[in-house]
């Protein structure tokens, strides 16, 4: 398919990133990776008249540790964050999660940015990161700001950024000992998106569970984090049953989307079954 | 044979391969022309509209754009586009405008176009026309639509035929029958995807037209455009360059080619058209989609009395090139490789405001293998029997041929023990059937199951005249020429024009045999009117059986001409000479002897030939199947289901298949895999899935789900060689063998391992939701 006709800018540095967004308004859009845009331009269901194309701002690659966190650029590709040492040490359900969007094709030129700024419910990311309790930066005309996860995404494909705003990086809390984690995706073909994910975490302490975390992919609009799930097994057992009866909360509050691919119910049913999984993976228990 | 330098069979690597992968070759849309113009079309977004206006004035005045038409700009010139395949004297062929001038009937069909000078500029002004519709009801399913009170697609109603065959006395074989099954399956909608997507350019030079297109079919396309646009036959060229793929897709008369030529004649210049792959999915031909209602009545012991089959088919809004005679393939191959007493079969086709359906890899056959093979397994657990015992109560024995079944046909060959034997034994069916035991004893949350699909297909489409006796358009023979060359190369001009199945090597294969010259030695030429002037072209795994062996007989006359030559050469009687590839020589003295080679040389220059003797090696073969081929095969599946989800994972899945004579393993092993894949994919994945208004909702593939290889298990393959007894090769054809026998295996294998919970049945395709709801509702019932 044919994209209709837009401007396309490559600037230089991020100052004048966030300048040509800023005069661009709603007109401009914000290109990395290119993997969510460009199917939607080349549908003709995105009309941009302007495009500025981050690929020339390197400093909003890679990933660097500052204190307890780590900061990942936001232009960071999903390959790089699956094979980066500092993200499979200290943050591995980020690299691991990574690892199962989309193909390799797609991994490798899709950024973390991209992803997150796409705010697809459906994205793995998304949930991930709110999961992790993670910080999204940004930059835009009025200067530097930092954003929790939990506020980030407000809507199906719409994000708490504003006009000319520019997501530089993510912040991701280090996970310290205890801690285990587990991304179950459930998709009916390799390439497809996820129909239900979750992303879990377990800090265990001895045989029981000390904190854990839980968030959805694809379970309403934006990201969720199970909250009932997660108070049910503060606390409780590690062990299978009591991760079960945990994870039977594991919908409650959320609003799954009825598609082509899954009904309302089988989403609930799966996240379930899912979180369960997830949850008995990230305290290893069998 | 002793008089072949054994080329047959030979694992090659694949000649055309290297300008393929490396892209060197030209697809369509490669195409450059002075002066070439682009073509984009405006489509419905309704499924079925009355058009009220068509407004392409504000398209006209859009930058770089040279026209824009709406149908009624052609109404005058552009004529239907054809139905090849009449099937019944009464059937209802509505007439079908390339570009839709007063009805929309499905969503996708063409109503205006743009051509422009680069494609942008064609689909920024396809936004500008403006169509007014009134929404008329769609018509969705097949049951309501032959109800008295449905909407309409065509005045004429939406029942485009009725066809039954019957032999045998059913009410006797359903008369105090001890078991009767009934079951209803579906076969859902598919969208074929070839890899390519089809392009088309038109070139008009005064009044002759060179036509490329990425079709299979360029010799029937010739035909029928000039039947359809009047312009004379000898005055249009049309050429299939290198072709992606088509898998029946590209076995088609589309209105983009129509009206590419009508383009070309009024605008005077090249134009050229290539497809999206959205735009694909709601407007190539689809394939499949057939409810199948289906009796079997049986024996206690399993022997199969009689089998009813009632089907409705999908025409869709439409029938295109060979739309009804697809279903109607089935009515030969429902009954499969087993004996039986009565067999009844009735279709009946039924107009929707879909996309018109057509040939699919597998063609009718596919759906009729899915049904008999589903029913099978079903009446083995009915019945508390293994499936394989079932079968072999049933199937015709290796003894017992050639067998004229009881749909007609005369299986000429096969060995259903020998391959079910190997199946068997590569499986470790008693294994899986242990471990089967041992999960469902276990209450284990995967279960393990187990899906049989002993298939026969046929090939070889088709002695022409059983293509007549069933009211095809056409004959099903096909064409080959060789010309030596004098410095003792061959060129092979075929006219089975190959789209990716590999005929340069597999044809250089046979003439390296035959006539003894090395395999680089050999170009094969396709695909080209001007080129290959005769031919049929490409479908129904015909290469091989209809075109190899018209070529094996292109090669008979070379040799026998050769050897007249050679005798005047050598000063001897021809009856003294004897043929070792590739050479004559003096029996009883083979250093006296000519190579083909050195015979070519000697045509060429003419100055010694024998009185009455033509300077040419040159040689014609036309070949006219005296029957259809019958590969055949066991194939078994693994599949291990998780009960809390409803995924389905392929555990194993063992394919022995028996296509004859191999000309090339390699080759063989592809169509294998790629069938395989392709069956699965109906198993397990693809539906054209459409709303309540008749929008089809899986217009890209990230809606359409392909498996692509990580969804997919390594598969275990095995041949058994049977040769057929009707060709001279033996050669049986296996283009769609793979996509014939997998569907049924896996969904069996799924529906097995649910047995215990009560499932009957998972609607295809078997998606975790499905399975998930299947498993549910069994649970319910049983409650």
């Known amino acids: 398919m044919i994209p209709a006709t837009f401007e396309y800018v490559r600037p230089g540095t991020l100052s004048e990133a966030v300048q040509a967004l800023a005069q661009g308004g709603d007109d401009a859009k914000v290109i990395a990776g290119g993997q969510s845009l460009l199917p939607l331009l080349r549908l003709r269901l995105a009309y941009p008249d302007l495009l500025v194309d981050l690929g020339a701002l390197d400093e909003l690659r890679g990933v660097r540790e500052v204190g307890d966190a780590l900061e990942i650029g936001a232009l960071t590709t999903h390959y790089a964050v699956t094979r980066d040492p500092l993200i499979r040490e200290h943050c591995g359900l980020l690299a691991a999660a990574a690892g199962t969007v989309a193909d390799p094709a797609v991994r490798h030129r899709g950024t973390v940015g991209g992803s997150l700024s796409h705010a697809d419910p459906a994205g793995d990311l998304p949930a991930v990161i709110a999961a992790l309790d993670a910080t999204l930066l940004a930059s835009g005309p009025e200067g530097e700001r930092s954003i929790a996860a939990a506020d980030f995404f407000v809507d199906y494909l719409t994000t708490a950024l504003r006009p000319g705003e520019v997501l530089t990086a993510i912040r991701v809390p280090k996970l310290g000992p205890g801690w285990g984690y587990r991304y179950e995706k459930f998709h009916v073909t390799a390439q497809d998106w996820a129909i239900v994910g979750v992303a879990a975490l377990v800090r265990r302490d001895n045989g029981q569970v000390a904190e854990a975390r839980v968030g959805l992919t694809n379970m309403g609009t934006v990201p969720v984090r199970a909250r009932a799930t997660e108070e049910a097994a503060a606390g409780s057992e590690a062990s299978r049953e009591a991760l079960t009866a945990a994870a ?30 997830g949850l008995c993976a990230a305290a290893n228990v069998v | 044979m002793t008089d072949t330098v054994n080329e047959i069979g030979k694992r090659r690597t694949r000649k055309e391969d290297a300008r393929l992968i490396t892209g060197q070759t030209n697809w369509t849309d490669n195409i450059q022309l002075p002066g070439l113009l682009h073509v984009a079309f405006l489509r419905s977004p309704q499924a ?16 770089g754009v040279i026209a824009a038409y709406s149908g009624a700009d052609f109404a005058a010139e552009q004529g239907s586009l054809p139905c090849a395949w009449p099937v019944t004297p009464d059937i209802v062929i509505p007439n079908h405008p390339p570009m839709a001038t007063e009805e929309v009937r499905y969503g996708g069909e063409i109503v205006a176009c743009v051509v422009a000078r680069d494609r942008y500029a064609a689909a920024d002004a396809l936004e500008q026309i403006d169509v007014d519709y009134e929404s008329l009801p769609p018509v969705l399913d097949m049951e309501a639509a032959l109800t008295d009170g449905s909407p309409k697609v065509h005045e004429a109603g939406n029942k485009s035929f009725e066809w039954v065959f019957a032999n045998g006395d059913m009410e006797a074989a359903f008369r105090d029958a001890p078991v009767v099954l009934e079951r209803t399956y579906r076969q859902q909608r598919l969208i074929p995807c070839a890899m390519e997507p089809r392009a088309v350019v038109c070139a008009p030079v005064a009044d002759e037209y060179t036509l490329w297109s990425a079709t299979q079919i360029p010799h029937v396309l010739r035909v029928m455009l000039a039947l359809v646009t009047g312009i004379p036959e000898h005055k249009l060229r049309v050429i299939a360059p290198d072709v992606g793929g088509g898998f029946g897709s590209k ?10 030529v009508l383009l070309a004649r009024k605008l005077g210049r090249p134009v050229k058209w290539t497809e999206s792959r959205s735009e694909g999915n709601l407007a190539v031909h689809h394939g499949r989609d057939q409810l199948q209602r289906i ?12 089998l009813s089959v009632d089907l409705l088919a999908d025409m869709g809004a439409y029938l295109m090139l060979v739309t009804p005679g697809v279903p109607l393939l089935g009515a030969f191959m429902f009954n499969a490789i087993y004996k039986m007493d009565a067999y009844f079969f009735k279709c009946t ?31 083995a657990a009915e019945l508390g029997m293994d499936p394989l015992a079932l079968r072999r109560r049933n199937w015709i024995a290796h003894s017992e041929f050639p067998y004229t079944t009881i749909s007609g046909l ?50 070889g489409l088709a002695p022409s005249r059983v293509l007549g006796q069933l009211a095809y358009g056409a004959g099903g023979w096909e064409h080959a020429s060789i010309r030596m060359l004098p410095t003792g190369k061959v060129e092979v001009v075929t006219g089975s024009s190959a789209h990716g199945q590999g005929h340069e090597t597999a044809w250089s294969q046979i003439v390296a045999d035959r006539l003894g010259v090395p395999f680089e030695d050999v170009r094969v030429l396709h695909g080209d009117t001007q080129v290959s002037p005769k031919g049929m072209d490409t479908y129904g795994s015909r290469s091989l059986a209809v075109g190899g062996v018209a070529l094996y007989g292109a ?12 005798a005047g050469m050598l000063e001897v009687s021809p009856e003294d000479l004897e043929w070792t590839p590739g050479r004559w020589s003096v029996r009883g003295d083979p250093d006296q002897g000519k190579t083909i080679a050195e015979i070519a040389l000697a045509t060429f220059a003419a100055h010694n030939l024998p009185d009455g003797v033509e300077p040419s090696l040159d040689s014609d073969a036309t070949y006219d199947p005296e029957s259809f081929s019958f590969p055949h095969g066991t194939h078994l599946c693994a599949a291990e289901v998780d009960t809390e ?6 555990r194993s899945y063992v394919a022995v298949d028996d296509v004859g004579t191999v000309v090339n393993p390699l080759i063989v092993d592809g169509q294998v895999h790629g069938g395989l894949a392709q069956g699965i994919a109906q198993a397990l994945y693809e539906e054209a899935a459409y709303d309540a208004d008749g929008n089809l909702l899986t217009t890209t593939l990230a809606d359409y789900l392909m498996p692509s290889a990580t969804d997919l298990p390594t598969f275990a393959t095995d041949r058994t060689e049977t040769p057929a007894t009707t060709n001279p090769m033996g050669v049986k054809g296996v283009g769609e063998a793979g996509t014939i026998a997998s569907t049924p295996a896996v969904v069996n294998a799924v529906v097995d391992a649910l047995r215990p919970f009560g499932v009957r049945d998972v609607e295809m395709p078997c998606t975790p939701q499905r399975v998930w709801r299947a498993i549910g509702q069994a649970r319910g019932a049983a409650r």
């Open chain 2, 251 to 260: 076995l088609q008369v589309t209105a983009e080619e129509v009206l590419a």
């Open chain 2, 349 to 379: 086709g039924v107009f929707t405001t879909k996309t018109p359906t057509d040939a699919y890899r597998g063609a009718g056959r596919p759906e009729a293998t899915f049904g008999i093979e589903h029913a099978m397994d079903d009446l």
């Open chain 2, 555 to 566: 090669c008979e006359k070379v040799i026998a001409k050769a050897k007249v030559i050679a």
């Open chain 2, 410 to 459: 005369t299986y000429d060959s096969g060995n259903y023990e020998a391959a079910t034997a190997r199946a068997v034994e590569l499986f470790g069916y008693d294994d899986l059937r242990k471990e089967q035991e041992a999960r469902r004893a276990s209450g284990d949350p995967v279960q393990l199951g187990i899906g049989v699909s002993t298939y026969t297909e046929m090939c």
């Open chain 2, 295 to 306: 009796r079997i009545a049986a024996d206690a012991d399993g022997r199969l009395r009689g």
């Open chain 1, 248 to 277: 039977a909360h594991a919908d409650e509050g959320t609003s799954p989307p009825d598609d082509l691919r899954a009904a309302a119910d089988y989403r609930r049913h799966l996240s379930r079954v899912l979180t369960t999984r």
């Open chain 2, 48 to 63: 079925h509209a009355k058009i009220l206006s068509v407004d392409v004035s504000a398209a006209r005045q859009m930058p």
């Open chain 2, 645 to 650: 989800t409803g995924q389905v994972r392929i």
